[in-house]
């Protein structure tokens, strides 16, 4: 890869910089050397003469353009858009292989109990997010007192203090199932149910 610009993001000298690199690794691989207008001058005559003559006792070749190589590596790219497609397409084909393993009697549990644990895992996060709201708010207020207080005595500030300390507390305790259950998360239609993963008959 051929990069070729100023040597500023804005221009502000006479000069540009050559720099050539691996185009996946241009960061580390990179090589550029900075040129005068007369240096770039003598390339392009050197280049022009190498493009008349070429090598001597070397057949010439026009060679790929930079539109084929562009063409080469959105190729590269379709290809790589498949292979994760069907990487996808295997990770679901195991999928089912493994649920369909499970015991058609026990596949719907397996299903309300996963659901359950996502709803457990959402409700201690919102209790966790309501807790930390009413912390900021409490030290929010507890400053504003402190700030605007008329008596501000030592007494009065030790018992602002022990609001803040006595509101500076991070949530913990445990979700019920009922909790759990009450979630948005858990009351949202399941896609699947057992009778969808039933191994298919003829």
């Not at 195991?94 to 895992?121: E, T």
């Not at 199932?177 to 948005?184: G, N, Y």
Request: charged share 30%; aromatic share 6%.
């Amino acid at each position: 890869m051929l990069i070729v610009g100023p040597r500023h993001h804005r221009p502000l000298s006479d000069d540009l910089v050559l720099a050539v690199g691996h185009r996946t690794y241009f960061a580390s691989s990179s090589k550029s050397v900075l040129l005068s207008r007369a240096q770039v001058h003598e390339l392009l005559d050197w280049l022009s003469t190498w493009y008349e003559h070429g090598w001597a006792g070397v057949p010439r070749e026009e060679g790929p353009t930079t539109a084929d190589i562009v063409e080469h590596y959105h190729d590269v790219a379709i290809r790589e858009r498949i292979r994760a497609d069907h990487e996808r397409i295997d990770a679901h084909r195991l999928l089912h292989a493994a649920i369909a393993l499970l015991p058609p009697d026990s596949r719907s549990q397996d299903l309300d109990d996963a659901a359950l644990d996502q709803g457990r895992i959402w409700a201690r996060l919102q209790k966790e997010h309501d807790r930390l709201e009413e912390i900021r708010r409490g030290l929010v207020q507890g400053l504003c007192e402190i700030k605007f207080s008329t008596t501000p005595s030592a007494d009065a500030l030790r018992k602002a203090v022990g609001k803040l300390l006595e509101v500076n507390k991070l949530w913990s305790g445990d979700i019920s199932d009922a909790e759990a259950a009450d979630t948005p998360l858990y009351r949202h239609p399941r896609r699947v149910t057992a009778a969808d993963l039933l191994p298919a008959r003829d």
